[in-house]
């Protein structure tokens, strides 16, 4: 399996609406990032959080991390109809040399 | 400034043939990395370079994928024989530094818009 999980998968709300979705890891890291993709194409990079930081804000977005539980979660607040798009955790980490693993994404659809 | 660019944008080739997926990073980045992704699902990782050398190969799922990175800035990723399990989004991304070091915002990977392959 991954290393990033997220979940859940998919998720619909309408606009306004708050969006969380969690990301689970297995091995110590270094740092964890979160990506936006739309259409399949390229990753855009939303935030980096370190491995010593709890906490993390980004305009709407806010990022959690808890490395006893190996977690992360994004929230985006008052989501927009532009906010649709596939998310992604991506861990970074000395055991894992030096590139991202990626989860499976949770695909997040904002309904006007 | 410019990001990472990818050419072509799309590529559709024969079963059999070969092809090759060029990537220019940022502007002074020392790290570039590639990695596929299937429909539905994460990246995976294939190669990372720092510099002008691999540094990490292990994701490469056979000797007919091969990279290079001549100059320590444009790469190449080459791939004989092409298989249809090898059609996909192939994604470059650079850092300023390596990944795995300080784990701090100097290690942020910034992706490509990638090239669609499709082999027929």
């Known amino acids: 399996s991954q290393q990033g999980e997220e979940d859940p998968q998919a998720l619909s709300i309408q606009e306004g609406e708050n969006a969380t979705m969690n990301c689970s890891y297995k091995t110590s890291i270094n740092n964890l990032q979160w990506y936006r993709q739309n259409s399949g194409r390229g990753l855009v990079h939303l935030i980096l959080?370190?491995?010593?930081?709890r906490e993390k804000h980004s305009g709407r977005l806010r990022v959690t991390l808890d490395t006893s539980k190996k977690s992360s979660s994004l929230l985006i607040t008052a989501s927009r109809a532009a906010d649709t798009a596939s998310y992604f955790c991506?861990?970074?980490?000395?055991?894992?040399?030096?590139?991202?693993?990626f989860g499976g994404g949770t695909r997040v659809l904002v309904k006007p | 400034g410019a990001g990472v660019s990818q050419t072509p944008s799309n590529k559709v080739t024969e079963k059999g043939k070969y092809v090759e997926l060029r990537c220019d990073p940022i502007?002074?980045?020392?790290?570039l990395y590639w990695y596929r992704q299937s429909l539905g699902q994460g990246p995976e990782f294939l190669i990372y370079?720092?510099?002008?050398?691999?540094?990490?190969d292990s994701g490469l799922p056979n000797d007919r994928f091969f990279a290079v990175r001549p100059e320590g800035s444009v790469s190449t990723l080459k791939i004989q024989r092409t298989e249809r399990g090898d059609s996909a989004v192939y994604l470059c991304?650079?850092?300023?530094?390596?990944?795995?070091?300080?784990?701090?915002?100097?290690?942020?990977?910034?992706f490509g818009p990638g090239t669609r392959l499709l082999v027929l």
């Open positions: 991304a650079s850092s300023l530094r390596p990944s795995g070091t300080s784990g701090g915002a100097q290690e942020t990977q910034y």
């Open positions: 959080i370190r491995s010593n930081e």
């Open positions: 502007s002074g980045h020392t790290a």
């Open positions: 991506a861990t970074g980490g000395k055991a894992a040399g030096n590139k991202l693993t």
């Open positions: 370079f720092q510099g002008t050398g691999a540094a990490d």
